[in-house]
C-alpha cells in the first residue's frame, strides 16, 4: 500500500507557473505508475498526465500539452507536475494517483491509491 500527499497548490494569475509535487510513503514507488487528475467544482475528475514507473514515456491530454510537464524522481519517492502558462479553465482540485499494474490509463478506475488533493486556482 502507499499513502500519496500533495503539495504546492495556491492562488496565482493567468500566465504564472506552479510545481506540484506529491509525495508516496513504501518503498515500491518505482513500481507504480503514477499520474495527475483535476477536478473543477461540478465537473467530474478528469486526466491531466501520466508517467511510467521508468519517467518515459509520459502522457497528457491534449489541453495541457506544450505547458504541463510531469517527472519523477524514484529515488525521492515524488512525482511532480510542472505547470507553466497557466490559465483560468486550469483552475481545480489537483490529484496524485497511483497504479498498482504499472500501467498507465487516462481514467480514474485503473489507479488504486489517491491523495486527498491541493487547490490550484488560476484568476484572470
Known amino acids: 500500500q502507499v499513502q500519496l500527499v500533495e503539495s504546492g497548490g495556491g492562488l496565482v494569475q493567468a500566465g504564472d507557473s506552479l510545481r506540484l509535487s506529491c509525495a508516496a510513503s513504501?518503498?515500491?514507488?518505482?513500481?507504480?505508475?503514477m499520474a495527475w487528475f483535476r477536478q473543477a467544482p461540478g465537473k467530474e475528475r478528469e486526466f491531466v498526465a501520466a508517467?511510467?514507473?521508468?519517467?518515459?514515456?509520459?502522457y497528457y491530454v491534449d489541453s495541457v500539452k506544450g505547458r504541463f510537464t510531469i517527472s519523477r524522481d524514484n529515488a525521492k519517492n515524488t512525482v511532480y507536475l510542472q505547470m507553466n502558462s497557466l490559465k483560468p479553465e486550469d483552475t481545480a482540485v489537483y490529484y496524485c494517483?497511483?497504479?498498482?499494474?504499472?500501467?498507465?490509463?487516462?481514467?480514474?478506475?485503473?489507479?488504486?491509491?489517491w491523495g486527498q488533493g491541493t487547490q490550484v486556482t488560476v484568476s484572470s
Open positions: 494517483a497511483a497504479a498498482d499494474s504499472g500501467n498507465y490509463y487516462a481514467n480514474t478506475r485503473g489507479y488504486d491509491y
Open positions: 508517467i511510467s514507473r521508468s519517467g518515459i514515456p509520459t
Open positions: 513504501g518503498r515500491t514507488f518505482s513500481s507504480y505508475a
